[in-house]
C-alpha cells in the first residue's frame, strides 16, 4: 500500500485492486460469522444443509 499523509499523519492509503477485493470479502465473512453468531445466540438456527445450500448460493452470486 502507498501512504498519503497530510500534515505528517497518514491520511489516504492506496491498495491494489487485488488487495482491495481480498481485504472485502475478508470483511464480509466476518460480517457473516458475527451475524451467524447472534443466530446461534437467538436460536435462529436450522438444518445445516438448507444452510450450507444458502452459503454456496450467495457465494456464487457474488462471483457475477
Given amino acids: 500500500p502507498v501512504i498519503i499523509t497530510k ?3 497518514g491520511d489516504t492509503a492506496i491498495i ?3 488487495d482491495y477485493k481480498q481485504m472485502t470479502a475478508e470483511l ?3 460480517k457473516m460469522l458475527a451475524e ?3 443466530d446461534i445466540r ?3 438456527v436450522g438444518d ?3 444452510t450450507f445450500d444458502n452459503i ?3 457465494l456464487l ?3 457475477k
Fill in 61 to 63: 452470486s457474488r462471483d
Fill in 42 to 44: 437467538l436460536g435462529r
Fill in 16 to 18: 491494489s485492486l487485488q
Fill in 7 to 9: 500534515n505528517g499523519r
Fill in 48 to 50: 445445516i444443509q438448507d
Fill in 56 to 58: 454456496r448460493k450467495n
Fill in 28 to 30: 464480509e465473512l466476518l
Fill in 36 to 38: 451467524s453468531e447472534e
